[in-house]
């Protein structure tokens, strides 16, 4: 079946510093999403991208959908203490039998204040 | 204003035991999805579906029963708890198969002894 490779696995950071966060995939998506866990809560949403090379922000949070449909990136700039938690990559087709999300296997973020 | 329900939030079973993992949802979403998370898997899908008396398997199936005679709820049944189902369970849901718009539950922490 499809798999996302995510990267790094986990990362410990100072406060203030910038984070970069990647996604590749053996095959091509239509959609690129990014979720957020925080500890003892479920994924929320943060960024859904639909279209090849679109950039989108949200506050301090930039993603890209890569040019190739394989992959995505996900920045946070200036990081704060409340950044902390798990960072899923989440990949959607449309149509036929697919339509569900694959998930990839989180980066774990620390931040030091 | 619920969103996705889950119960219990935390469970202990012995092996052998059967348990029914609950979740409702009240945004009226055609979608339903439960999926488990293990340290350094990410999130794999259990079972989908797609409307009230249609459901289908997802990536790790075995072991796990549901069916969906509302659109409502959706439970997923453990027949006889093994250890290797161990995990803390997600149900989501979504307007629609494809649809990015993942609401996530908060988990149920099954411990299987």
Redesign the interface.
């Known amino acids: 079946g499809q798999q996302l490779n995510q990267s790094p696995q986990s990362m410990f950071i100072q406060e203030g510093e910038d984070v970069s966060m990647n996604c590749t995939s053996s095959s091509i998506f239509n959609t690129w999403l990014w979720y957020k866990q925080d500890p003892g809560e479920g994924p929320v949403l943060l960024i859904a991208l639909y279209k090849a090379g679109e950039l989108t922000s949200n506050g301090r949070l930039t993603a890209q959908f890569g040019i190739t449909r394989k992959d995505s990136f996900l920045n946070i700039s200036a990081s704060i203490p409340s950044d902390v938690g798990i960072y899923f990559c989440a990949g959607l087709n449309y149509g036929g039998s697919q339509g569900n999300l694959i998930f990839g296997k989180g980066t774990k973020l620390s931040v030091k204040p | 204003n619920a969103g996705?329900t889950q119960t219990p939030k935390f469970q202990v079973l012995k092996t052998g035991q059967s348990m029914t993992l609950q979740c409702a949802q009240d945004m009226n979403h055609e979608y339903m999805?439960w999926?488990r998370q293990d340290p350094?898997?990410?999130?794999?899908?259990i079972h989908?579906s797609v409307g009230a008396g249609i459901t289908d398997q997802?990536?790790v199936p075995n072991g796990y029963n549901v069916s969906r005679s509302t659109t409502e709820d959706f439970p997923l049944r453990l027949l006889s708890a093994a250890p290797s189902q161990t995990s803390v369970y997600?149900c989501?849901s979504s307007y629609a198969?494809?649809s990015?718009?993942?609401t996530?539950?908060?988990?149920t922490r099954l411990t299987v002894v």
Do not use: P
Not at chain 2, 40 to 45: A, E, I, K, S, V
Not at chain 2, 104 to 107: D, K, L, R, T
């Open positions: 996705v999805s999926y350094g898997m990410g999130l794999r899908l989908y997802g990536e997600f989501a198969r494809g990015f718009g993942y996530f539950g908060s988990g």
